[in-house]
């Protein structure tokens, strides 16, 4: 019995190795959350999160995993994909580690030209989508306007 159980214990912690857990449901919230924190420690106010916006963070989020570049896969600048946006911040997780909401966001705030974007002070409103392709990269597409 005792072998049987161990048996099923390493089959399941394989199966965490080998298959990547999927992204939570509450990642874009938690990444929305650690922006604002990054925007209240410079005395800014903070964003919130815009349905629309959050539809055009999907488009680009999902475009990433054809190319991640802020130029779209059909050669367009990334502010083409709609009027809405004012800035764009990117992130491709190979790992889990790399797409939990702390990570991301800690990663924009090493990058001068993402951090500034985080701590614009004119910007009110973000949208915010993880996408996950077939291989089990994420990519994290964060819109700002």
């Known amino acids: 019995m005792k072998r049987i159980i161990n048996l099923v214990l390493s089959l399941i912690l394989a199966g965490l190795f080998l ?52 130029t779209r896969p059909n050669g367009q600048a990334w502010y083409t994909v709609s009027k809405l946006t004012n800035g764009e911040n990117l992130a491709h997780a190979v790992n889990y580690n790399q797409q939990k909401p702390e990570n ?20 009110s409103l973000v949208g915010i989508a993880y996408y996950c392709n077939d291989e089990g990269e994420t990519f994290i597409a964060c819109e700002f306007r």
């Open 104 to 123: 991301v966001v800690y990663a924009w705030m090493l990058s001068p030209k993402h951090s500034a974007n985080v701590l614009r002070s004119n910007f």
């Open 19 to 70: 298959f990547p857990l999927s992204v939570e449901a509450s990642s874009e919230g938690d990444v929305l959350d650690l922006i604002n924190e990054y925007r209240a420690s410079a005395g800014l106010d903070a964003v919130t999160m815009d349905d629309e916006l959050n539809g055009v963070a999907a488009i680009r989020a999902e475009e990433c995993s054809q190319k991640f570049s802020h």
